[in-house]
């Protein structure tokens, strides 16, 4: 790209200040909880960059897509090959085996540049748990960007022969994109996040700036704007935000304001331009792709090594900066100033990690569950209302491997405005109701036979990835597994069952966070649960093994065994805990069973007892886990039950 444009040193200063927070976020997001704006900055960059080169090779009419494209896998496929293979070997002498599959399933999609659906896919949630277990995951910015420069150019070069209306033209192009973010955003958060339509005006925002060419005069006041723009989205913006939405045009507009007007302030002032034209930043700068795609396979991997061997040392953090500046060195810098020679390295590369990448995604055998444990059930799928289940993948058939699973019927639309599913074991409408996530569905097998014990009618009314609060007003909430209109039907039904039945008990079960439980407060306000006796489920503990296969975790790395009970380390979820129970607090027709102490000893996560698993993977307890609690949960629900009728 230098062969073409004038270096600007501040560029590289703006892209220091793009990968330094990502990679402190993505080490403790406590530290700079909107570091991950970053990749926003970067997008801007690479817009105004490459705008400006197809600008100027097709003013001198030496512009050709086939040199462009060329360009693109020169200065992008060599280190990240580089970075591929490691990650992958590294992996596979490291890791857990069913990640194998996982990692292999990751590089095919980094190669055929759809990472950014497949990360989707994977893990849901940029910020969910099995987001922090995928050691290529911010691979899905690259892909994102390759995506966006495939049919770029082509429309550039058409808007570039009608000059009179380009600027106003990506004007309109970059507002309506903005707008296509914000409704992305309210509607589908997470696709939002990874897909291109709904952050291709980022990249559009830096060509904007490119095509508006070079201003009639900087202005440090406007860099200093942009910069104030960058660092409150750094430190103010975090995970919990609707991002990127609205708030996701703070750091992008502070990256725009930066490329258009330091063009010309001088480096050697007091400036925005000052700071970013240092040496050691601007080096920083130089190093940042190499940075950005080493610094998460080593996070991920090296905390893997640290569960094995049991250590808090992170000295393997040191491999970061030591990579990043190797790689630049002696791959990056060398393929950008060779011809030909370098097509064939690429090539060779290409082909081998992605057929290493098509076998461990298709071909490896399935592991078989393990034989000295008694056989895994997991029978939520029974009470499950979500109407669009996720499609059968090879991540989800390496992750149940092994595990028996009950029966899922087919389900009709109508059940979500009908009640759901509906034993009457005692009266003609359901005495208690359940409401939850996948987490009510793993003990709804229990809660069905405390029911049939006890003679007592019972909804279920549960479904995955959709909490157990109905949010009000209803509607304003979309779910992952549900159409608009049928999670509208499907709130709507849940707050109708609850005024026609009136029952004596509402059952939720959620993984609870600070965030959530703010949004349980508004449905509990409602007079529709005046009458109604709410019960919380506590949550279980949160297993450090990442989202896996419960049962052949425990047989690979067995933990510590302590008189026939296996124990392995758990995450803190005390926020989310304090929250619950200080909720609990504020309503009085609101109560939590707990149930931490069941499945705990000396402060770890007991997750074997004898030859039973109990759990199926990180926070979802198993058939047999979920019987432990049952004496507890039945005990609960028989004295607010005595207690209802002494008090009427």
């Known amino acids: 790209m230098s062969q073409y444009l004038r270096y600007r040193p501040e560029i590289d200063g703006l892209r220091a200040l793009a990968v330094v927070p990502v990679i402190i976020?993505?080490?403790?997001?406590?530290?700079?909880?909107?570091?991950?704006?970053?990749?926003?900055?970067?997008?801007?960059?690479?817009?105004?960059?490459?705008?400006?080169?197809?600008?100027?090779?097709?003013?001198?009419?030496?512009?050709?897509?086939?040199?462009?494209?060329?360009?693109?896998?020169?200065?992008?496929?060599?280190?990240l090959l580089v970075v591929l293979s490691t990650t992958i070997v590294a992996t596979i002498t490291l890791s857990?085996?069913?990640?194998?599959?996982?990692?292999?399933?990751?590089?095919?999609?980094?190669?055929?540049?759809?990472?950014?659906?497949?990360?989707?896919?994977?893990?849901?949630?940029y910020w969910g748990p099995q987001a922090e277990d995928l050691s290529l995951l911010h691979t899905w910015s690259l892909s994102l960007e390759e995506q966006f420069y495939l049919f770029y150019p082509i429309l550039l070069i058409f808007f570039l022969r009608i000059p009179r209306y380009r600027s106003h033209i990506a004007c309109l192009a970059v507002f309506a994109g903005y707008c296509l973010c914000i409704y992305g955003t309210q509607t589908?958060?997470?696709?939002?996040?990874?897909?291109?339509?709904?952050?291709?005006?980022?990249?559009?925002?830096?060509?904007?700036?490119?095509?508006?060419?070079?201003?009639?005069?900087?202005?440090?006041?406007?860099?200093?704007?942009?910069?104030?723009?960058?660092?409150?989205s750094i430190f103010f913006i975090d995970k919990s935000s609707s991002f990127p939405g609205y708030i996701s045009l703070f750091p992008v507009a502070g990256a725009a304001l930066i490329l258009r007007f330091s063009d010309g302030l001088p480096p050697n002032t007091i400036s925005v331009n000052a700071f970013l034209s240092i040496r050691l930043i601007r080096y920083i700068g130089r190093i940042s792709y190499s940075l950005y795609l080493w610094h998460w396979p080593i996070i991920v991997v090296g905390r893997e090594w640290q569960k094995i061997n049991k250590s808090d040392n992170c000295l393997y953090l040191l491999l970061i900066p030591i990579l990043s500046v190797l790689t630049y060195h002696f791959i990056e810098q060398p393929a950008r100033k060779s011809q030909r020679m370098v097509y064939g390295y690429v090539l060779s590369g290409f082909l081998l990690?992605?057929?290493?990448?098509?076998?461990?995604?298709?071909?490896?055998?399935?592991?078989?569950?393990?034989?000295?444990?008694?056989?895994?059930?997991?029978?939520?799928?029974?009470?499950?209302?979500?109407?669009?289940?996720?499609?059968?993948?090879?991540?989800?058939?390496?992750?149940?491997?092994?595990?028996?699973?009950?029966?899922?019927?087919?389900l009709d639309a109508s059940i979500l405005s009908e009640g759901g599913v509906v034993e009457l074991y005692g009266k003609n409408t359901p005495s208690i109701v359940v409401f939850g996530s996948s987490h009510a569905l793993m003990w709804a097998p229990i809660i069905d036979e405390i029911c049939f014990e006890s003679k007592l009618s019972i909804s279920f009314q549960a479904a995955n990835a959709t909490l157990g609060y109905v949010p009000i007003p209803v509607g304003s909430e979309t779910a992952k597994y549900m159409s608009t209109e049928e999670k509208f039907a499907f709130d709507k039904g849940r707050l109708e069952s609850l005024r026609k039945w009136k029952p004596e008990i509402l059952l939720i079960s959620d993984p609870y966070s600070a965030k959530t439980i703010d949004k349980y407060r508004p449905f509990l306000s409602d007079p529709i649960l005046t009458d109604t006796q709410v019960l919380f489920i506590e949550q279980p503990p949160l297993l450090g093994i990442g989202d896996v296969n419960a049962p052949r975790y425990v047989s690979w790395r067995q933990g510590v065994n302590v008189e026939g009970v296996g124990l392995m380390e758990c995450k803190d979820i005390s926020e989310g805990r304090d929250a619950l129970y200080e909720l609990a607090e504020?309503?009085?027709?609101?109560?939590?069973?707990?149930?931490?102490?069941?499945?705990?000893?000396?402060?770890?996560g007991i997750v074997r007892r004898q030859k039973d698993i109990l759990y199926i993977d990180d926070d979802h307890l198993s058939l047999a886990g979920a019987k432990i609690a049952k004496d507890r949960i039945s005990a609960t629900i028989q004295m607010h039950l005595s207690t209802q009728k002494l008090s009427q």
């Open 25 to 79: 976020f993505h080490l403790n997001s406590n530290l700079i909880s909107g570091g991950f704006v970053g990749v926003d900055i970067f997008f801007v960059i690479s817009g105004f960059l490459i705008t400006q080169i197809i600008i100027k090779e097709s003013t001198a009419h030496r512009f050709t897509f086939r040199n462009f494209w060329a360009r693109r896998v020169k200065r992008i496929m060599p280190a």
């Open 96 to 125: 857990f085996r069913d990640t194998w599959g996982i990692v292999g399933l990751q590089g095919f999609s980094v190669l055929a540049l759809f990472a950014n659906f497949a990360m989707w896919r994977i893990s849901g949630d």
């Open 353 to 410: 990690i992605g057929a290493v990448s098509v076998y461990l995604t298709f071909f490896l055998p399935l592991p078989t569950a393990p034989p000295q444990y008694n056989t895994t059930q997991w029978m939520g799928d029974s009470y499950d209302l979500s109407l669009n289940p996720p499609v059968p993948s090879r991540a989800m058939e390496i992750r149940m491997a092994g595990i028996e699973r009950g029966e899922r019927g087919v």
């Open 586 to 604: 504020e309503f009085e027709n609101v109560s939590i069973i707990p149930t931490m102490d069941l499945y705990t000893k000396d402060g770890l």
């Open 188 to 232: 589908s958060p997470s696709a939002a996040f990874f897909f291109t339509p709904t952050r291709a005006w980022e990249l559009g925002a830096g060509g904007l700036m490119a095509l508006l060419g070079r201003p009639k005069k900087a202005s440090s006041a406007f860099t200093s704007v942009g910069l104030f723009l960058i660092l409150a």
